[in-house]
Protein backbone atom coordinates (compact mmCIF):
# COMPACT_ATOMS: atom_id res chain seq x y z
CA UNK A 1 0.00 0.00 0.00
CA UNK A 2 0.98 3.22 -0.78
CA UNK A 3 0.84 6.58 1.19
CA UNK A 4 -0.19 9.86 -0.71
CA UNK A 5 1.47 12.51 2.22
CA UNK A 6 0.35 15.84 1.25
CA UNK A 7 -2.53 15.18 -1.15
CA UNK A 8 0.05 15.96 -4.35
CA UNK A 9 -2.05 14.89 -7.33
CA UNK A 10 -2.07 11.13 -6.31
CA UNK A 11 -5.77 10.44 -5.80
CA UNK A 12 -5.88 8.05 -8.87
CA UNK A 13 -3.31 5.67 -7.39
CA UNK A 14 -4.55 6.12 -3.70
CA UNK A 15 -8.16 5.32 -5.07
CA UNK A 16 -5.90 2.19 -6.70
CA UNK A 17 -3.91 1.43 -4.30
CA UNK A 18 -5.46 2.42 -0.90
CA UNK A 19 -3.49 4.48 1.45
CA UNK A 20 -1.59 3.26 4.88
CA UNK A 21 -2.96 4.21 8.16
CA UNK A 22 -0.49 2.47 9.90
CA UNK A 23 1.91 5.62 8.56
CA UNK A 24 -0.84 8.58 7.95
CA UNK A 25 -0.13 10.95 10.26
CA UNK A 26 -3.99 12.19 9.92
CA UNK A 27 -5.35 8.50 11.07
CA UNK A 28 -2.80 8.48 14.11
CA UNK A 29 -4.32 11.53 15.21
CA UNK A 30 -7.81 10.34 14.83
CA UNK A 31 -6.76 7.32 17.22
CA UNK A 32 -5.83 9.62 20.18
CA UNK A 33 -8.87 11.93 19.72
CA UNK A 34 -11.66 10.42 18.52
CA UNK A 35 -13.34 10.20 22.34
CA UNK A 36 -16.83 9.24 21.31
CA UNK A 37 -18.97 6.22 22.57
CA UNK A 38 -18.84 5.37 18.95
CA UNK A 39 -14.72 6.19 18.31
CA UNK A 40 -14.17 2.41 18.13
CA UNK A 41 -16.46 1.68 14.88
CA UNK A 42 -15.58 5.39 13.42
CA UNK A 43 -12.21 4.22 13.54
CA UNK A 44 -12.32 0.81 12.14
CA UNK A 45 -14.26 2.41 9.10
CA UNK A 46 -12.02 4.98 8.76
CA UNK A 47 -9.24 2.92 8.38
CA UNK A 48 -10.90 0.12 6.22
CA UNK A 49 -12.21 2.79 3.83
CA UNK A 50 -9.11 4.67 3.42
CA UNK A 51 -6.75 1.55 2.74
CA UNK A 52 -9.27 0.62 0.39
CA UNK A 53 -8.75 3.81 -1.38
CA UNK A 54 -12.66 5.28 -0.75
CA UNK A 55 -11.19 7.67 1.32
CA UNK A 56 -8.91 10.12 0.59
CA UNK A 57 -6.32 11.43 3.04
CA UNK A 58 -7.86 14.87 2.24
CA UNK A 59 -11.30 13.88 3.50
CA UNK A 60 -9.51 11.62 6.79
CA UNK A 61 -8.14 15.54 7.16
CA UNK A 62 -11.08 17.24 7.06
CA UNK A 63 -12.30 14.55 10.22
CA UNK A 64 -9.48 15.18 12.08
CA UNK A 65 -10.03 18.74 11.70
CA UNK A 66 -14.17 18.65 12.90
CA UNK A 67 -12.89 16.38 15.69
CA UNK A 68 -10.40 18.85 17.04
CA UNK A 69 -12.57 22.08 16.33
CA UNK A 70 -14.99 20.24 18.53
CA UNK A 71 -12.64 19.40 21.30
CA UNK A 72 -10.92 22.73 21.48
CA UNK A 73 -14.59 24.50 21.42
CA UNK A 74 -15.16 22.62 24.60
CA UNK A 75 -12.12 23.74 26.15
CA UNK A 76 -12.93 27.46 25.44
CA UNK A 77 -16.27 26.72 26.80
CA UNK A 78 -14.77 25.50 30.17
CA UNK A 79 -12.11 27.81 30.26
CA UNK A 80 -14.80 30.89 30.53
CA UNK A 81 -15.80 29.34 33.74
CA UNK A 82 -12.26 29.38 35.50
CA UNK A 83 -12.25 32.49 37.81
CA UNK A 84 -8.90 33.67 39.17
CA UNK A 85 -9.16 32.07 43.08
CA UNK A 86 -9.89 28.77 41.34
CA UNK A 87 -6.31 29.35 39.28
CA UNK A 88 -4.91 30.86 42.76
CA UNK A 89 -5.88 27.45 44.47
CA UNK A 90 -4.71 25.20 41.86
CA UNK A 91 -1.48 27.32 42.12
CA UNK A 92 -1.04 27.40 45.64
CA UNK A 93 2.14 25.03 46.88
CA UNK A 94 1.32 22.41 49.41
CA UNK A 95 3.28 19.50 50.59
CA UNK A 96 3.51 16.37 48.60
CA UNK A 97 2.18 13.51 51.00
CA UNK A 98 2.88 10.34 50.06
Not at 44 to 73: N, P, Y
Not at 84 to 98: I, Q
Request: negative net charge.
Amino acid sequence: QLACPLDLGCHSVHQKYGGNSEIDVSYQYLCIFLLSDSSDEELVRIKTEFEAGRMLSGEMKKKLVDVLWHLVDKHQKARVDVTDAMVEHFMTRRPLNY
